[in-house]
Structure formats: C-alpha cells, structure tokens
C-alpha cells in the first residue's frame, strides 16, 4: 500500500516549521527533492510585486516561549511551532497576565486543541495555547520571550515539469506553508511528491505535467504572476491537491468554471469509487483555486479532497494530527483518487470506427461465430463502444453513457485498436 510511504514522508516533514517563508519551506522543499531529484527550487525576493500583492519579508523563528510567574515554561515554540502565531514580530518583556491575554488564542469548544493562527500582514505577536492549559493561568508577571526576525529575504517554490509527448500540460498544485498539522496540509505535498514520482516513473506519458509546490495564496498569486501566460496557453486540466489524507469522505470542489474537463474527469472518478462523495461549489472555495481560477487567469483547477479543509473538526489544529486524523489508509485513497484522475486524462481520447456500418467481428475473432439468441454481455459491450466511436465523443462521454468507470473501457479501447478498427483521432 502505497499510503503506508506517503505516511511515513509525512513524519519526516511534520514538525518542520514551515510558514510563507523561511528555513522550513526550504528545509520541506530539500525533503521533496529527495524523492524528486529534478525539481526546481525558486526563490523570489522580498518586495516584489506580484499583482495586487508584495512578497512578504522572510520570517525566522529562532526561540519563542512564555515563562509563568511560578517560573514554568509554557507555550514553547520547540516543543511545538503551533505554539506561536506565525509571522510574529520580535517581543521580549515581562508582562502582567492581563496583558498577556491579548496576545493568547485559545478554542474554547476545543479545550484540548492549539489553534493554527497567522498573522502574515499585521504585525504583532502571540501565543497559541489549549483552553485546558489556559485555565490553569493564575495572576502575575509573565516572561515573554519571541525571539524571530523578519527581514528582506525570499520566497522560496519548488516546480518540477515532466514533459509528455505534447507540449498540452496538466497543472497540479499544492501549498507547503502549514506547520506541524497532518490533513490540512502534509497530505497534499506527500501524495502529490508520490504522483509526480509515479508519473516520472511510468513516463511514455501523452500530457505534460507542470507541478508545483507553493506557499499558499502569496505563493500561487507569485507563481500565476510568472507565469500566467504560458499556463494559459499550456494547461488543459488541473487540480489544487489538498486535504487528501483522512479516512473519511471524499470531497469535490469545482472550479469556477464548472464544467471543464477537469471538473468531468474528477466528478467520474469520484462517483465511481464512491457514490457517497460530497460535493461543494465554488462558493466554497478556500484555498490557491481561488487564484488559478480567478477572471482572467480562468485556469481549469478543481480539487479532489478526502474531508474538505474547514469541515473537519480538528481543521487548523494541532488535533489535526498524522495518528488519528491523517492514516496510511486514508493517504492511500486520497492518492488513488486523484491517480486514477490523472490517468484518465491520459486515456480519455475521441475515437472514431475505421469502418462503415458495424465492423464483421467474427472474422477477427472477436465475436462468437455460432450466433445465439443470448449475446454475451462482454461483446455487447464492445458493440456498443464501437457504436459510439464516431470521432466526437470522448472515452468519459462513452462510459457515462454506458454508465460504467472509464477505466472499464480501457482495454477495450485497447484491443479494438490493435485489431484497427477503431483509431484515436
Ligand atoms: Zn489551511
């Protein structure tokens, strides 16, 4: 089980500190180039202007924790990153517990919970603590240490292009700024490092691949600003790999679109592998979708999810974790789903009949010679794919009018065409 792999990546990389910016992004970028020796690590500098946005300043964490009045450490950044509100400004003082209670976060409906806060464009300082812990607190002077630095650095991406037989790509994405949580989103940068080795690995593929590894939203609106251009001209489908590691449900999210061959080929595959699957609209977007699909870029993404990020409880936490939340199993399916997308992509070609009227099977021998009232199911099957092989309709358009997975047509595609009575056109 390949879920068992993405799992153990997933340990590797879960307490790097990672943010927008910074020693972690880089540090998670080195750990994917292990398994994809040929990605291409960028860096942008601090200040640039990528549309309506800047690139923020680099971020350092070196210390950061709070010291109570009884002289015991809390809130300690080493023991875990979610502990600090990320971006905060440099703070060092002591301060009253009134004070104090401005810069914590708690959840109080999660008394066992650290929240994941940010502060990526107001400058200030915090302190992400369980409500548990927080109610043990009692009046006093607090030691408070915030040792980090934010100064002109870079922005660092990683990209790695797989070239198909056409210069057609398909765009996959994912977001790598999320410190020490599991679904929301070490699942989305394991399982796509996984495909893109998968996809390295089978090569002989149709489609070029261009995946990328981004920092959410500044990252993907960085990215776009680059390059906009040429994935315009280039991408014909994509997906936004996120939230694809626990065992739960899966999840759509279209693109704003709807109706691109991304958002058919994702909505097939689900369906067939659960009929269960929820399905949301582009109302409720949330993550670097919300870039690639916006107007003017109009990039075909949608997202194939396991539980949707913000509908699972333990969503921005440090419940969200790689033991009960984030399995191998959950992992497994996660990358198989969007797997079987991709292949998809692959196979979905318009077939047109090399011959008028129905081809004479049973000369080839692909038909019964001695004919019987009762027809045998699989040669109907191939009759009727050959029935709809009239070079407009796609492979997905022939299974969902035969309502049967694509990929019970691929071998059927497969031998009318060794025997040339079908052609891709
Ligand atoms: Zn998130």
């Not at 500098?45 to 015991?72: L, Q, R």
């Not at 691949?209 to 500044?218: A, D, G, K, Q, S």
């Not at 990215?223 to 899966?250: E, M, P, Q």
Request: aromatic content about 12%; proline content about 4%; some cysteine.
């Amino acid at each position: 089980m390949i879920g068992k792999e993405i799992h153990q990546f997933a340990q590797e990389l879960f307490h790097i500190n990672r943010s927008l910016t910074g020693e972690g992004v880089r540090e998670t970028l080195h750990k994917i180039s292990e398994h994809l020796p040929n990605i291409n690590i960028k860096s942008v500098p601090s200040g640039e202007k990528v549309f309506d946005w800047t690139v923020p300043k680099e971020w350092k964490v070196k210390e950061a924790y709070i010291v109570t009045p009884k002289g015991e450490k809390i809130c300690d950044f080493s023991q875990n990153n979610l502990h600090l509100v990320g971006y905060s400004e440099p703070f060092e003082g002591n301060i009253s517990f009134e004070e104090l209670k401005s810069h914590l976060h708690t959840l109080k409906d999660q008394p066992n919970a650290i929240p994941y806060v940010t502060s990526y464009y107001k400058k200030r300082w915090g302190f992400c603590i369980s409500q548990k812990k927080f109610n043990t607190l009692k009046d006093g002077t607090y030691k408070v240490l915030v040792d980090t630095d934010l100064f002109d650095g870079e922005l660092n991406y990683g990209e790695v292009l797989i070239k198909g037989k056409s210069k057609k790509e398909i765009f996959l994405s994912t977001y790598i700024c999320h410190p020490s949580m599991a679904n929301d989103n070490l699942s989305g940068l394991t399982v796509l490092t996984f495909l893109a080795k998968w996809l390295i690995e089978i090569g002989n593929l149709d489609y070029s691949y261009r995946i990328v590894f981004v920092p959410e939203t500044i990252g993907s609106i960085t990215y776009l600003s680059h390059n906009y251009k040429d994935l315009k001209k280039k991408i014909v489908a994509g997906f936004n790999i996120t939230c694809v590691g626990d065992d739960r449900s899966y999840s759509f999210l279209p693109s704003r679109n709807g109706k691109t061959i991304s958002d058919m080929l994702a909505k097939h595959v689900l369906k067939w592998i659960d009929p269960n699957t929820l399905e949301y609209s582009w109302l409720d977007r949330g993550s670097d979708e919300r870039q690639y699909c916006a107007p003017g870029i109009d990039l075909p993404i949608a997202t194939i999810m396991k539980t949707k990020y913000g509908k699972f409880p333990e969503y921005h936490t440090s419940l969200d974790n790689l033991e009960s939340v984030v399995t191998p199993k959950g992992l497994d399916k996660g990358y198989w789903a969007i797997r079987k997308t991709l292949e998809a992509i692959e196979k979905n070609k318009y077939y047109k009949s090399t011959v008028l009227c129905e081809p004479q099977m049973g000369s080839r021998g692909l038909y019964p010679t001695l004919s019987k009232k009762r027809e045998n199911g699989e040669v109907r099957l191939m009759m009727n794919f050959i029935s709809h092989c009239d070079g407009q309709t796609s492979l997905l358009e022939i299974a969902d009018y035969l309502n049967l997975p694509i990929w019970d047509l691929y071998q059927i595609a497969n031998t009318l065409k060794s025997y040339n009575l079908i052609d891709i056109k």
